[in-house]
């Protein structure tokens, strides 16, 4: 015998999403389940021959105020919120002709889909759900005599219940469904919290509430003592979250941190006028080029770090093709994201049985506002994305000679990418490709002289006489503190130079940038990444 069972005998089913509704409800009906419904949910079921109840006869009142005011009353939560073995519930039931629902189905009204497509302030208040939230938080407290459906994935496991123990549910199935309740209007209200506070400006609301939907459990974290789970938001942005994944092993927690460094970075490249890849690996990139071709950015992003690039991710700013495919697959690759892919690059990528491929759809709008989060100890720290971009920065030359249309073309590419690099950051480039990257240390100095070694290894890889940092340019992703980080870079060979500014000691770096005959712009805007 299952542990409390509870027979269902009637069901109020109220859903904006009617997939699969029907054929549930037929099923709830073969086991002599009354059912009860309101507005468009009534009318598909009466149309597919089953016998309904609408609330209004349930309640004895009319749905009014454009549907606004239909469940909240006594005689919908009192059957829901009654405990059945409650002498005092019992009675009171009794005496105001109030009938138990045994199953609440309930799914919202589209809030999180309406403010996905960008419609008018008034039409996402329209669809926010008052009634629906009531219902369900009313039959999740009552789990113990009431069972509570929030999605049709759902419907499955309540038919299967019904079948296996003749029409009644378990608690434990209960309880299950009723946490999940409480975490969908959790979300629910997450989404219209953080919808107001952007539409309202308000950088900084008392309360601040996230949610997302389960994408997958994943085999561990970081590490394999830790657990992990991938959710996606409520409106999410084109990147790894929303992406089709065409073929591979799964993902893993790492895959998925990498992938979306990877595609967030490539982002920044438009591809309607360059090609471009970023090739990641521990979440930082370690080549990145622009190209007349998608093959043309790979061979140059690989050239950077071929070393770091076995078993990384490579992003793309457009559909993979062909001749970057059999390209990417001659070396080890965990992922490959795009955009999208042609059927013959799909068809080479498929060899490699194991190496994911993910199709987003489009790119992430790298100006796009939204919100980072990050827990501490106790806490979270929430901020606003990093959506400035180098395009639209007033670039100051503060130096006595100034950057060439070359030069300055290479800044800003190098400026691109340290925005995506670990702080502290360093990025040489040259023609539109990343010849060494310098990510994550403690010091900037540091930062200059890795980027410039691993420059040194590369060139050895090549075969080539000198390192591409011989006439390369430079990017900081903050202002060089003292002169030292800019004479490695000047020793390196940089040519010029592009930074934030603002440090007491601008001048002296100045001096010394003059001094060696270089070039050296300021932004104004600061990249850290931490």
Excluded at 297 to 317: E, M, P, Q, R, W
Excluded at 415 to 440: C, E, L, M, P, Q
Aim: glycine share 8%; proline share 4%; net charge neutral.
């Amino acid at each position: 015998m299952p542990s409390h069972p509870r027979r269902i005998t009637r069901a109020l089913l109220s859903v904006s999403d009617k997939s699969r509704l029907i054929d549930f409800a037929t099923s709830l009906a073969s086991y002599g389940v009354e059912l009860v419904s309101t507005g468009g949910t009534a009318k598909a079921l009466k149309n597919a021959g089953l016998s309904v109840i609408d609330v209004s006869e349930l309640t004895g009142f009319p749905e009014m105020m454009d549907g606004r005011v239909k469940t909240l009353h006594p005689k919908v939560h009192g059957g829901l919120l009654a405990i059945r073995g409650n002498k005092d519930h019992v009675a009171a039931m009794e005496a105001h002709l109030i009938r138990p629902i045994d199953l609440l189905v309930v799914n919202l009204y589209p809030f999180e889909a309406t403010v996905a497509k960008g419609a008018a302030f008034d039409d996402c208040i329209e669809n926010i759900d008052i009634g629906g939230p009531a219902m369900i938080r009313a039959a999740a407290k009552n789990h113990h005599d009431v069972t509570v459906v929030v999605e049709p994935a759902d419907y499955d496991k309540v038919i299967g219940e019904l079948a296996a123990h003749s029409g009644m549910t378990t608690l434990e199935l209960r309880q299950r469904l009723a946490a999940k309740a409480y975490a969908r209007t959790a979300a629910y209200d997450a989404a219209i919290s953080n919808w107001f506070a952007e539409a309202l400006h308000d950088s900084a609301p008392d309360y601040r509430a996230f949610g997302g939907k389960l994408i997958q459990s994943l085999r561990y974290g970081e590490n394999p003592h830790q657990n992990a789970t991938f959710y996606r938001a409520p409106v999410a942005r084109a990147g790894v979250a929303s992406a089709r994944q065409l073929q591979g092993k799964e993902l893993s927690y790492n895959n998925i941190n990498d992938t979306d460094a990877a595609y967030e970075a490539v982002a920044e490249f438009d591809p309607k006028r360059t090609a471009a890849c970023v090739i990641v690996k521990h979440a930082n990139p370690c080549g990145v080029a622009e190209g007349d071709s998608l093959l043309d950015a790979y061979a140059k992003a690989l050239a950077c770090d071929s070393t770091s690039a076995f078993g990384g991710i490579v992003a793309l700013n457009r559909p993979l093709d062909a001749e970057a495919a059999k390209a990417i697959t001659e070396i080890f690759t965990e992922v490959i994201i795009a955009p999208d892919a042609s059927r013959e690059a799909i068809e080479i990528v498929a060899a490699k049985k194991n190496l994911r491929l993910l199709l987003a759809g489009g790119l992430p709008d790298p100006r796009a506002n939204g919100l980072t989060a990050k827990t501490v100890a106790g806490g979270l720290l929430v901020q606003s994305r990093d959506n400035a971009v180098v395009d639209e920065m007033q670039l100051k030359t503060v130096t006595k000679r100034a950057p060439t249309e070359k030069e300055l073309a290479d800044l800003r590419f190098a400026f691109r990418v340290a925005k995506h690099v670990k702080s502290n950051t360093i990025v040489y480039a040259k023609d539109r490709a990343t010849v060494g990257i310098g990510a994550g240390q403690m010091s900037r100095v540091d930062a200059a002289r890795i980027a410039a070694r691993k420059a040194e290894d590369a060139a050895r890889e090549l075969k080539l006489s000198a390192p591409l940092t011989k006439g390369s340019v430079v990017a900081s992703d903050a202002f060089f503190p003292f002169p030292d980080g800019l004479l490695v870079a000047i020793e390196a060979g940089a040519t010029a130079v592009i930074q934030p500014g603002g440090s007491m000691r601008d001048a002296e770096v100045i001096k010394a940038a003059d001094d060696h005959g270089i070039a050296m712009v300021f932004t104004g805007t600061r990249h850290f990444r931490h």
